[in-house]
């Protein structure tokens, strides 16, 4: 390798003097649009990197984690760079700001924005480039908008640092850029801190402050993945304009969803490595390399159930079957009519009853918020009931009222035909080996002094017993020594519902059981589960925001809104034809593979 | 309060050098209520204090209210001039060990931790020692000009320095790391507008909430920094009362101490309000 | 706040943010020279005749007001007796009162603050008060107040430090109490249908007190130096008991001709303080990690 | 030693700053209490009846001249007639009937002042410029008790006002009057331009050269003596010994030295109770405590021993260095001899399986830390014949509690006053009765008619001559019946700033006075 080496690319390492705006038009920054077509006119790429290596600490050049990474974006076209968590995406993108982080070294053979080389810049040359020819939007959108100030400065920020424009001419541009977002009201909204703005909202400011100087060429990091449904649709929408203005994308995703609606190429990324390059059409269609196959079949969304998500086995990693009927499914995002039947059809006796619950919270101001309002529905022996809503509709609140956790205001659970909610604990504790529950962040639920083999034993009393738990949900016994923090996610959740399994339940309550989990991870739990439904005779009840999930898994579904429910049925008709116009919202959402 | 052995009027006659007669004794007693039975001493406190009076000190002789008031502006200027000293200490010595490479990091926090282990009389001591007897530089008692604050502020100033400046750096680390500030790296922000737009507001707000601790811990620096540096204030009344169990003016500190206290916290709130606007939405 | 909940909260921070970088496990040059000295006051501790030889209290006019030198390392005091032997032989009386006072802090604290986590939101909302309350007043005027009622002397010092930090315990105990109470693996317990008692026994009490010994050692390095204080003020112990405080005390009238008289006893609460802070957050980042 | 002899001419004008190492007065009227902080910022703006020179011969000053009947039970004093008292009243006979009539009013809540005019029963004005006090029994130490601060005269229409004014700003006839004072912090005072009365002994005459003194309160000696260095503060007082040494060899400070009169320091031994109620042990004690070194280490020079129970400046002391050498071997015999043969675990000896313990209360606010070293050395030197010494410091009131409850063995009392009548107020019987407060003076608990009987009669005398030999019987009672210990004169160091010159101590109870200083800046 005999590319320049870029140290301490982060922010630490030592600021060379000499700064200095230059070549930078303040005139041309006033219109509306100001550079719109200043990228187009350039030769060549807007972004090319040629054999870029990233590493941190020992030796540079030793142990690196993005490993010889070549690809290039043209003005107006949007590349997508997909993996599975940890592959490197976000550190390939923040190396390419040189902004890899302290400690780190950077070899490339080539590095190029917009044809000028950015190898071997000071910390003064990038930060002049940094907002004016390349701008990010970072992963933790929730948190990259500093708290404690207006987002109007936040926005406005690039324009100070890299032009002379005036506070007023500032401040009017912020106002346009925030309209160009999709925030209305802005002389409202730029007095706004972070804290005042949803997720959506602020993950708009937050690209209206890499779009303020409107840089030939925007990284996006996983721009959508905490957002719902709804409002990931209005951000591709934005990124489909600033497409369209020109504007050369890096969208970095693990949603092929996402990626097969907005991305001209993509790149598969593995261990630091590219694996797999092209249109994103036929690279969904056709996938090549085993990590993208594997990728494609983890989709859940439009998977009947019982389909395999995940490989079976994880060292070897042969291919799963994609069936190429079922890939169209997939991509049209019908359910086939030759989906295999799940055991609910021998099921029929009703073991989970909610009639009429209703919960309320008293907020700070005195108010009461019903977080669940009126809310029945029946679980039927060995059947999955999928429960899906947006954020805040009140999903965990109904699973604490099935668990018991906390009284309903008004309304009755009944478990395997007698009363549940409104007895005594004491009445309850002997019939609680019934109801099992898996949770979403699996490491909380774990007290954390003990080791695994010490939570099982607690519940199944010998050791011998631990173990054919940990066989059966695919665990080797080496964990039972390990504290739940040694154990990586999809070990956690595999021991969560290990322990769930062992009092032997007939209905398991699942909240989010794998919204923490990468896509890969997902596919085993959710392979897991079916699994332990069809030998057990589980019921389930399935609780998700991600519709993609929620169809896979269930028999029937439930959708709330507010807390109240608005549609239920079988997933199939739901799915095919929804009758509430919330539900339609939902489901329009969701993006879909193309059809080929 | 009357367990201690030892009479009270001995401590209001009592004195170095001094001879005790029955009959000044009797009188004192007759004075103060001494000669009074113990519940009757104490209902006759509680009465005197529900109505605000605060009484009369045994041993300096003047009623406490007015005493104290006269003396809680020395201690007032005394925390406040180290409040804000050991917040510019604590500022400088964060920056300093965050913008530092590692030995720089490993000196400013163990300078911190050293600082924040110094007792207030050693600290004193050791300050009266080089700056006064050996420099000849400053004065170690108060003197009519600002000279005489220095040493004083400093002894307060340097410990409080060291647990702000533990806790600042704390947030300064985390803020540095936070997200937003690679957003705004990425905007093209320098290490030093970093800092100043977007660091020092976070690494600020432990520290203001802090401040009524701080405030706290220095009335209780003033108890020996007051008696060390022969200062006028609420600190060095309290321990001579104390040792001459003096106990309306005791009890006359506790609630001065106690209403600027609150006052403080009050202060407090309202700061991290003004500093951060997530405190002021409900 | 109390200087505990600012330490404790210090240690847990650092603890936080080192796991990020992966070197919990590393023992750096600082918490080895922390621990040679918590090694060196043990000795102290035990067997002060191991480190120091001579007899504290063992006077010699002749040779009083030495400077420091190979005879005497800490020079000798106002009747010849050696300063080194003092603060050694001191160690066990001033450390003590520091654990003596900690420990009392720390009881008084778990059951304030078991009582007050425990127990329904009326006691929980009374404790806290009170806690407060004991708040309005700074530790040493705690402490003053409590040696005013009890009268001077080592051991209302201790209790007197004790009593003054118990409610940083307490506060912090109450709060980690809270904390594991809703916390969502004692929730998972319920629905395992574990009894009240078991969960208490097997999970809230063990999580909750699991932090004892680090607010302990964290504590004990301002309970000394609040302690010596006492001793400073003439509250505490009394010359010529070779305690670090009642030294200091003593040494301080020789200022300006012996500053070794009472810096060395100084310096020695100084770096009990810092290597119990240093040890203390040692011991959080290794329980945080283990 | 008083200051080197001045080569220039005074100057007026300056301000001085006093810093006191005693507690702050609450009360500046030496009437009221009667300790020694008050006495010594009362020296610069009271003045007493009469005065006391060097020699310790009482010399005019208020009064210019008296008479004592031949019953010795009516004394007439000639007042000055020109004075004025700082408010403009004139001092005279009725201006000291007046003062007389406070001391002696139990509402005052005087202790010094009030037991040293014990024996005045009343006052009359014989003119405006004679004032005659009649006297319940002949009183030799009248003079001498008169001399001193606590009954020092103050305006009657000053004194008419309530206690609290008058405390605040006590008016006399002294060379300055009070200011101000804020409480903890200060007292200013300014010159009386009208000052006409110096002692007979003074440097000058005329009103002071200072413009004012500031009189402040650090109660810290290493800070105390840091002020004085750094020039914050010209003068202070309670000089610790080693500063005072390093003053000596600066050249920049000058040391005052002014040992008080009346007791010296000394431990005095409880006769009353085992195991000091044994002659044997008492001298066994005494034998086994090595003072000597002690002080020669401790005080560096600057304090001699004392073989007297006097202080070394009144005439009338009586010196017996054969009584107190150190000797170990003699002390192990006398024990030997008292039956206290056993010896336990920790080497303390024993009789009938009783520990040879001598519990003995230290005042911490009387005793200054050089003495208290001295105790612990003390203790030191005792153990190695066995005697178990239990030092407790106590402060004040603990203190009094202990001796009034006589739960204690030794202890280290100071005693102030002019003239070796204190004598009597030591060591008479009638010193043993605790007071209701508990307080007492006799804390040796001597209790010998004989005693009683000569200091009852030296007290009455007239004759110089058989005063001085009644005083002599019984001090050689007490120090050959070994009840004291004697160890050195009550300190009394004052450490002046080089810029302050003609400062002296009175004569009285050594209390600096500044009406001779000025300052050469
Ligand atoms: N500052 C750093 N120091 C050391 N290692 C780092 C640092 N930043 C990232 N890494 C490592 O680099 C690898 C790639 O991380 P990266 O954040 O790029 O993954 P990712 O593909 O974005 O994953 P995800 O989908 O979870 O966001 C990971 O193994 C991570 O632990
Ligand atoms: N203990 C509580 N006190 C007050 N309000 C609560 C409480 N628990 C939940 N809520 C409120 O009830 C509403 C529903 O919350 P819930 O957690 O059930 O939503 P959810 O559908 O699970 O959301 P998410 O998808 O974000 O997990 C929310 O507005 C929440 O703020
Ligand atoms: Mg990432
Ligand atoms: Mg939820």
Redesign the interface.
């Known amino acids: 390798m005999s590319g320049a080496r870029v140290t301490g690319g982060g922010g630490t390492g030592p600021i060379p003097t000499g700064t200095g705006s230059t070549g930078t038009d303040p005139g041309t920054l006033s219109g509306t649009v100001p550079r719109a077509d200043a990228a187009k006119p350039r030769r060549g790429p807007a972004l090319l990197v040629r054999g870029l290596s990233v590493g941190f600490g020992g030796v540079p050049g030793t142990n690196p984690l993005i490993d010889d990474v070549s690809f290039e974006v043209a003005p107006g076209e949007c590349l997508a760079i997909v993996g599975e968590s940890g592959s490197g995406k976000s550190l390939t993108a923040r190396s390419l700001l040189g902004l890899a982080g302290a400690g780190s070294w950077l070899h490339a053979d080539e590095l190029s924005l917009g044809g000028a080389s950015v190898l071997g810049l000071g910390e003064a040359g990038w930060r002049r480039r940094r907002g004016r020819d390349v701008g990010l939007v970072l992963q933790d959108a929730l948190v990259s908008l500093d708290p404690l100030r207006p987002i109007g400065r936040e926005i406005g920020d690039a324009l100070r640092l890299h032009t002379s424009l005036s506070a007023g001419a500032r401040a009017r541009r912020v106002l346009e850029l925030l309209a160009e977002v999709g925030l209305p009201d802005g002389e409202l909204r730029a007095g706004q801190r972070s804290g005042q703005l949803s997720g959506g909202q602020r993950q708009r400011a937050l690209i209206a402050a890499a779009i303020a100087l409107r840089p030939p060429l925007l990284i996006a990091d996983e721009p959508t993945t905490a957002l719902d449904v709804t409002v990931q649709a209005r951000i591709l929408d934005l990124f489909e304009e600033l497409l369209r203005a020109g504007t050369a994308l890096v969208l970095i995703s693990h949603d092929l969803a996402v990626v097969s609606r907005i991305a001209d190429r993509v790149a598969v990324m593995s261990g630091g490595r590219i694996v797999e390059t092209g249109a994103t059409r036929a690279l969904l269609a056709d996938p090549q390399h085993a990590e993208t196959k594997r990728m494609i079949a983890a989709v859940p969304a439009g998977r009947p159930r019982g389909t395999r998500l995940s490989a079976q086995d994880r060292p070897h990693r042969p291919e799963p079957e994609i069936d190429p009927a079922v890939l169209t499914a997939i991509v049209s995002g019908s359910v086939p009519a030759t989906a295999p039947t799940s055991v609910s059809a021998a099921a029929g006796r009703v073991v989970l009853e909610a009639s009429g619950l209703v919960k309320s919270f008293r907020m700070p101001n005195r108010s009461r918020l019903l977080a669940v309002n009126d809310v029945s529905f029946t679980l039927d022996r060995g059947t999955t009931l999928g429960i899906v809503g947006e954020s805040g509709s009140g999903k965990t609140t109904l699973a604490r009222l099935l668990l018991a956790l906390e009284p309903p205001d008004a309304g009755e659970v009944r478990v395997l035909g007698e009363a549940w909610s409104g007895v005594p604990e004491r009445a309850r504790r002997p019939r609680r080996a019934a109801l099992g529950a898996v949770y979403q962040d699996a490491l909380a639920s774990f007290d954390p002094r003990l080791t695994a083999g010490a939570i099982l034993r607690d519940v199944v009393g010998s050791a011998d017993q631990s173990v054919e738990l940990l066989d059966r949900v695919g665990l080797a016994a080496s964990v039972l020594g390990r504290r739940p923090l040694e154990l990586s996610g999809g070990q956690r959740q595999r021991l969560g519902i290990a322990r769930a399994l062992a009092n032997r339940p007939q209905i398991l309550i699942c909240d989010e059981p794998v919204s923490a989990l990468d896509m890969t991870v997902q596919a085993q739990v959710l392979d897991l589960l079916d699994e332990l439904q069809r030998d057990l005779g589980l019921s389930l009840v399935f609780i998700s925001h991600d519709l993609g999930v929620v169809q896979h898994v269930s028999d029937r579904i439930v959708v709330i809104e507010n807390g109240s429910v608005v549609e239920s049925g079988g997933t199939g008709p739901v799915f095919a034809a929804p009758a509430h116009p919330y539900t339609r919202r939902l489901l329009d959402a969701v993006p879909r593979l193309p059809t080929p | 309060m009357r367990l201690?052995?030892?009479?009270?009027?001995?401590?209001?006659?009592?004195?170095?050098?001094?001879?005790?007669?029955?009959?000044?004794?009797?009188?004192?007693r007759a004075?103060y209520g001494l000669d009074q039975p113990i519940v009757t001493q104490y209902l006759a406190e509680l009465g005197r204090l529900a109505t605000g009076d605060l009484g009369r000190s045994y041993?300096?002789?003047?009623p406490v209210a007015p005493?104290l008031l006269?003396?809680l502006g020395g201690t007032l200027l005394l925390a406040v001039l180290s409040l804000l000293l050991a917040w510019l200490f604590a500022i400088g010595l964060a920056l300093f060990s965050t913008r530092a490479g590692r030995w720089g990091r490993m000196l400013g926090s163990g300078l911190e931790i050293g600082a924040a282990a110094l007792p207030h009389f050693w600290l004193a001591?050791a300050l009266?020692?080089v700056f006064?007897?050996w420099l000849?530089l400053?004065?170690?008692?108060?003197?009519p000009g600002p000279a005489?604050l220095v040493l004083p502020v400093l002894t307060l100033a340097i410990p409080l320095a060291g647990f702000l400046g533990q806790v600042m750096r704390e947030s300064m680390l985390t803020a540095l790391e936070a997200p937003f500030v690679v957003s705004a790296r990425a905007r093209g922000e320098s290490e030093a507008g970093i800092r100043r737009v977007h660091v020092l507001r976070h690494a600020s707000l432990p520290g203001i909430s802090l401040s009524g601790w701080a405030f706290g811990s220095l009335i209780s620096g003033a108890v020996v920094v007051e008696?060390?540096?022969?200062r006028?204030?609420l600190g060095?009344?309290l321990l001579?009362a104390v040792?001459?169990?003096d106990v309306p003016v005791v009890i006359g500190v506790v609630l001065f101490v106690a209403a600027a206290y609150i006052l403080m916290t009050l202060l407090t709130d309202l700061a991290q309000r003004i500093a951060d606007p997530r405190l002021r939405r409900a | 706040m109390s200087d505990l909940e600012i330490q404790a909260g210090l240690a847990g921070a650092a603890a936080r943010r080192r796991s990020g970088r992966r070197i919990a496990g590393r023992i750096g040059v600082t918490e080895v020279l922390a621990a040679v000295f918590a090694l060196f006051l043990l000795v102290a501790t035990l067997a002060p005749g191991l480190v120091a030889p001579g007899d504290p209290?063992?006077?010699d006019?002749?040779s009083?007001?030495q400077a420091p030198s190979w005879a005497h390392w800490f020079g000798t005091d106002?009747?010849?007796r050696d300063v080194y032997t003092r603060v050694s032989h001191g160690t066990l009386s001033s450390l003590q009162i520091g654990v003596a006072a900690t420990l009392i802090g720390l009881g008084f604290g778990a059951v304030l603050g078991t009582v007050a986590g425990m127990l329904g939101s009326v006691v929980d909302f009374t404790v806290n008060r009170l806690l407060e309350v004991m708040f309005a007043f700074p530790g040493l005027l705690l402490a003053l107040l409590f040696i005013m009622v009890f009268?001077?002397g080592p051991a209302t010092a201790t209790l007197a430090v004790g009593l003054a930090t118990a409610p940083g315990y307490a506060r912090i105990i109450r709060a980690q109490l809270v904390s594991v109470r809703s916390s969502a693996f004692v929730e998972a317990a319920t629905v395992l249908g574990r009894s009240r008692a078991r969960i208490l026994l097997r999970h809230i009490l063990p999580n909750t007190l699991a932090p004892l010994l680090v607010l302990g050692t964290l504590g004990i390095g301002q309970a000394i130096i609040w302690a010596a204080a006492l001793s400073y003020l003439?509250l505490g112990a009394?010359?010529?008991a070779a305690e670090w405080g009642a030294m200091l005390s003593?040494g301080?009238?020789?200022?300006?001709?012996?500053v070794w008289m009472s810096f060395f006893p100084g310096l020695f609460v100084v770096l009990t303080a810092i290597s119990a802070t240093v040890l203390g957050r040692a011991v959080e980042r290794r329980l945080r990690h283990a | 030693s008083p200051p080197a002899a001045e080569n220039t001419a005074p100057v007026s004008g300056g301000t001085l700053t006093y810093?006191s190492g005693?507690?702050e007065?609450?009360?500046l009227d030496p009437h009221v209490?009667?300790?020694?902080?008050q006495a010594l910022v009362g020296t610069q703006f009271l003045e007493s009846l009469v005065s006391r020179d060097s020699a310790g011969t009482i010399i005019p000053w208020l009064a210019s001249s008296w008479t004592q009947s031949a019953d010795g039970l009516a004394w007439d004093f000639t007042l000055r007639d020109t004075v004025t008292f700082t408010d403009g009243t004139p001092f005279d006979a009725a201006a000291v009937q007046a003062n007389l009539a406070h001391v002696q009013d139990?509402?005052?809540?005087?202790?010094?002042g009030?037991?040293a005019v014990r024996k005045v029963v009343s006052t009359t004005v014989v003119s405006p410029t004679v004032v005659r006090l009649t006297l319940s029994e002949p009183d030799s130490a009248l003079l001498e008790s008169l001399s001193q601060p606590w009954l020092a005269m103050e305006s009657p229409k000053a004194l008419a006002r309530s206690?609290?004014e008058n405390?605040a700003a006590p008016v006399g006839t002294g060379p300055f009057e009070v200011a101000s004072w804020?409480?903890?912090?200060a007292i200013t005072l300014v010159r009386n331009d009208a000052y006409s009365s110096p002692p007979a002994d003074a440097a000058h005459s005329g009103p002071a050269y200072l413009d004012s003194i500031v009189w402040?309160?650090?109660?810290?000696?290493?800070?105390?003596?840091?002020?004085l260095?750094?020039?914050?503060?010209d003068a202070i007082d309670n000089a610790?010994p080693?500063?005072i040494?390093?003053a000596e060899k600066s050249g920049s400070i000058r040391h005052l030295d002014a040992p008080r009169p009346g007791a010296s320091n000394r431990i005095e031994l409880n006769s009353s109770r085992a195991p000091f109620n044994d002659p044997l042990v008492r001298e066994a004690f005494i034998r086994a405590s090595?003072v000597d070194?002690?002080v020669?280490?401790?005080f560096q020079g600057t304090a001699t021993r004392s073989f007297s129970a006097l202080s070394s400046i009144e005439p009338l002391g009586v010196s017996r260095p054969d009584l107190f050498g150190y000797d170990p071997t003699a002390a192990g015999t006398l024990l030997d001899s008292a039956g206290w043969t056993g010896r336990d675990s920790a080497g303390y000896r024993t009789k009938d399986g009783v520990r040879l313990s001598v519990v003995f209360p230290v005042s911490?606010?009387?005793s200054i830390?050089?003495e208290?070293?001295l105790f612990?050395?003390v203790?030191?030197?005792a153990k190695t014949v066995g005697f178990d010494v239990v030092?407790?410091?106590l402060?004040?009131?603990?203190w009094?509690?202990?001796l009034g409850s006589n739960a204690y063995d030794a202890v280290s009392a100071?005693?102030?006053k002019v003239g070796p009548d204190v004598l009597r107020t030591l060591f008479d019987s009638a010193g043993i009765v605790p007071?209701?407060?508990?307080?007492f003076?006799n804390h040796a608990q001597v209790n010998d008619p004989e005693v009683d009987a000569w200091l009852t009669e030296a007290s009455q005398t007239a004759d110089a001559t058989r005063r001085a030999a009644l005083y002599a019987q019984a001090q050689n009672r007490v120090l050959e019946g070994f009840y004291v210990l004697p160890l050195y004169d009550q300190q009394n160091h004052y450490l002046l700033s080089s810029v302050v010159s003609g400062t002296r101590a009175m004569p009285t109870v050594s209390t600096p006075t500044f009406y001779d200083a000025w300052l050469n800046r």
Do not use: H, M, W
């Open positions: 201690v052995p030892g009479d009270p009027a001995e401590a209001v006659l009592g004195g170095p050098g001094s001879q005790t007669s029955p009959e000044a004794l009797a009188a004192v004075q041993a300096l002789r003047v005493l006269g003396q001591s009266i020692v006064s007897s000849g400053l004065p170690p008692v108060s003197t005489g008696t060390i540096f022969a006028p204030g060095r009344t001579n040792t001459v169990r | 209290l063992a006077i006019p002749r009083a007001f106002e009747s010849g009268g001077p003439g009394k010359p010529p003593a301080r009238t020789y200022l300006s001709t012996a | 810093a005693d507690a007065p609450t009360c209490g009667g300790n020694y902080p139990p509402k005052t809540g005087s202790s010094t009030y037991l206690q609290d405390c804020v409480k903890q912090d402040r309160f650090i109660p810290d000696s290493a800070s105390r003596y840091a002020a260095q750094s020039g914050a503060v610790q080693d500063t040494v390093q090595d070194s002690a020669s280490s401790l911490t606010n009387q830390p050089a208290q070293s612990e050395q203790q030191a030197t030092l407790s410091p402060d004040l009131s603990a009094y509690t202990a100071p005693y102030t007071a209701p407060s508990g307080y003076a």
